[in-house]
């Protein structure tokens, strides 16, 4: 289980954002979040995160989102729904899990979330994928 500080594209770091309940890492179009161990991660810390994102990245941009479950926690599944709620927007959508709680919690989230969710092991081919999707949306914006 590495952390993105671990890995050779931490250097493309646009800004980090540390909260009580974790911490969201912000690249170009990519956020990849590290939720804190026990936290029950909900609409309200999630309202934070897509805030910064929208800051840092700009609502313009598609974005892609990695959720490295590095500790144990668990999401609030039906938050989903305020999320679409409030008109945002997710185009990719993956999770880094390493134990079978991580996958427990991913299976409730996909009855929620309306795209598809990937799942990887490994966090560099999570961003690997993120990035290749990112680069054929914003090809396919520009045509």
């Known amino acids: 289980m590495r952390s993105v ?6 250097r493309n770091i646009r800004e980090i954002r540390e909260y009580e309940f974790g ?5 170009d179009g990519l956020v990849v979040s ?14 934070k995160a897509i805030d910064a994102a929208y800051e840092i990245i700009g609502r313009e941009k598609p974005i ?11 999401v609030v599944p039906t938050d989903w729904i305020k999320f ?3 008109r945002n927007q997710l185009e990719f959508y993956s ?13 409730l989230e996909r009855m929620f979330f309306k795209n598809s969710i990937r799942q990887f092991s490994d966090l560099e081919t999570a961003i690997n994928w993120s990035l ?10 520009q045509d």
């Open 5 to 10: 500080r671990d890995i050779e594209f931490f």
């Open 23 to 27: 911490i969201f890492y912000f690249f």
């Open 34 to 47: 590290e939720v804190k161990e026990d936290v029950v991660f909900n609409w309200n810390m999630a309202k």
């Open 64 to 74: 892609a989102y990695i959720s490295n479950r590095i500790n144990n926690y668990s």
């Open 84 to 86: 679409y709620t409030h």
């Open 95 to 107: 999770v880094v899990a390493h134990n079978k709680s991580g996958l427990a919690s991913l299976i």
């Open 132 to 141: 290749s999707k990112l680069e054929s949306k914003n090809e396919a914006l």
